[in-house]
């Protein structure tokens, strides 16, 4: 999960530039990811209601803060 700072329309334009970038680290480490980006706000406001956040908030490990 990758979060964001920006309204859903700017995640949306973002949508090529992560796919870009996606695909070099894909080709360059041999590794399959799928990044889902999320508005931050939305993140911390859900993340005790829906597991797929909850599940994260758990279970994940933060690379960047």
Known sequence: ?????MDDDGI???KTELANFTFDVEM????VFSPVVANAKMYYRC??????YRN????GVKLYG
């Open 28 to 31: 360059e480490c041999g590794v």
């Open 47 to 52: 993340m005790d209601i829906l597991p797929f």
């Open 1 to 5: 999960l990758v979060l964001v700072n």
């Open 56 to 59: 994260i908030q758990d279970e």
């Open 12 to 14: 949306r334009n973002k």
